[in-house]
């Protein structure tokens, strides 16, 4: 009995926690597939809901059928005001209990990364590794807003969408997108640009998770790493080769940039045949490359 308490507790704290980091419009249920694989493999998950997200999205007046439009467009955000600073005091606070029980690999996609990069910038102790999924890196350029004026950004579908918008941000304190619009081509656009590769009923299960409400001032806050501190951290990208909305080409550009500012410390880059949103739709792929990470 002595020996298998013993081996327990060992194989427990060897267990590392993987700290999850969702991206814009989206939540921590977003990363159930991916939690439920892990956990089969024995492996700890967390899953962060940054600041105004799951159940705390907003979900302004007309927003739920029947629609109203003007109401739509003119209901104040519970998201204004919501700082990156905000979203980095989320994932820190977290990683300081799991950092308890073990390593911690901190994990985002997309809008995440810019989270990620801050909080692994500030407190690098707190984590063992860092892994991003087609997530923004930004270190010529200070947030995704100025990656988005990039030459590698030009064949991005995000700018096609631009009849989702709904309000002026000024007002309503954040950026809006209409992802229940009953538009069947403003639809067929959106799934075109995030998700083309998973069947129109699985991402109309995924669309009504969605949430219409981002912080602009996130996306446009300094988010540029540090090499002296995310710069020493054993780092990977899952590079997304299907990506309309972040292209390869500007994921092979933040790749290439981290690693020229951190020499001797390269990122491990995986390539995964997925558009922007369809690797959350393969559960078991990205737990191997995250064991291997």
Same mark, same amino acid.
């Given at each position: 009995?002595?020996?298998?308490?013993?081996?327990?507790?060992?194989?427990?704290?060897? =267990?590392?926690?993987?700290?999850?980091?969702?991206?814009?419009?989206?939540?921590?249920?977003?990363?159930?597939?991916?939690?439920?694989?892990?956990?089969?493999?024995?492996?700890?998950?967390?899953?962060?809901?940054?600041?105004?997200?799951?159940?705390?999205?907003?979900?302004?007046?007309? $927003?739920?059928?029947?629609?109203?439009?003007?109401?739509?467009?003119?209901?104040?955000?519970?998201?204004?005001?919501?700082?990156?600073?905000?979203? =980095?005091?989320?994932?820190?606070?977290?990683?300081?209990?799991?950092?308890?029980?073990?390593?911690?690999?901190?994990?985002?996609?997309?809008?995440?990364?810019?989270?990620?990069? =801050?909080?692994?910038?500030?407190?690098?102790?707190?984590?063992?590794?860092?892994? $991003?999924?087609?997530?923004?890196?930004?270190?010529?350029?200070?947030?995704?807003?100025?990656?988005?004026?990039?030459?590698?950004?030009?064949?991005?579908?995000?700018?096609?969408?631009?009849?989702?918008?709904?309000?002026?941000?000024? =007002?309503?304190?954040?950026?809006?997108?209409?992802?229940?619009?009953?538009?069947?081509?403003?639809?067929?656009?959106?799934?075109?640009?995030?998700?083309?590769?998973?069947?129109?009923?699985?991402?109309?299960?995924?669309?009504?998770?969605? @949430?219409?409400? @981002?912080?602009?001032?996130?996306?446009?806050?300094?988010?540029?790493?540090?090499?002296?501190?995310?710069?020493?951290?054993?780092?990977? $990208?899952?590079?997304?080769?299907?990506?309309?909305?972040?292209?390869?080409?500007?994921?092979?550009?933040?790749?290439?940039?981290?690693?020229?500012?951190?020499?001797?410390?390269?990122?491990?880059?995986?390539?995964?045949?997925?558009?922007?949103?369809?690797?959350?739709?393969?559960?078991?792929?990205?737990?191997?490359?995250?064991?291997?990470?």
């Amino acid at each position: 009995m002595p020996t298998t308490t013993s081996t327990h507790s060992a194989a427990a704290s060897s =267990v590392r926690t993987f700290l999850l980091v969702h991206g814009s419009g989206s939540s921590s249920h977003s990363w159930a597939p991916l939690e439920r694989e892990l956990a089969l493999r024995g492996q700890r998950t967390y899953a962060v809901d940054l600041p105004g997200h799951g159940f705390d999205a907003c979900l302004p007046a007309g $927003y739920d059928a029947p629609q109203d439009p003007h109401a739509l467009a003119t209901a104040p955000s519970t998201l204004a005001g919501v700082t990156l600073d905000d979203n =980095v005091d989320v994932v820190l606070t977290a990683a300081e209990r799991l950092a308890a029980h073990g390593p911690v690999v901190l994990v985002c996609a997309s809008l995440g990364g810019v989270t990620a990069t =801050v909080a692994a910038n500030r407190r690098p102790e707190l984590f063992a590794g860092l892994v $991003y999924v087609s997530a923004w890196v930004c270190v010529s350029r200070s947030n995704p807003l100025e990656l988005m004026a990039e030459p590698e950004f030009a064949t991005s579908s995000l700018p096609q969408l631009g009849g989702l918008a709904v309000g002026d941000p000024a =007002v309503i304190g954040a950026a809006r997108a209409n992802y229940r619009t009953a538009d069947p081509d403003l639809l067929a656009d959106l799934q075109a640009a995030t998700a083309h590769d998973i069947s129109r009923d699985a991402f109309t299960a995924f669309r009504n998770i969605m @949430e219409p409400d @981002e912080s602009l001032a996130v996306m446009a806050a300094d988010a540029r790493i540090d090499p002296d501190t995310w710069g020493q951290l054993p780092r990977t $990208y899952v590079r997304l080769g299907a990506d309309r909305s972040i292209p390869p080409a500007l994921q092979d550009r933040m790749i290439r940039e981290a690693d020229e500012a951190t020499p001797g410390n390269a990122f491990r880059v995986h390539t995964l045949d997925s558009s922007h949103i369809g690797f959350l739709f393969q559960p078991a792929t990205v737990a191997d490359l995250l064991l291997d990470a």
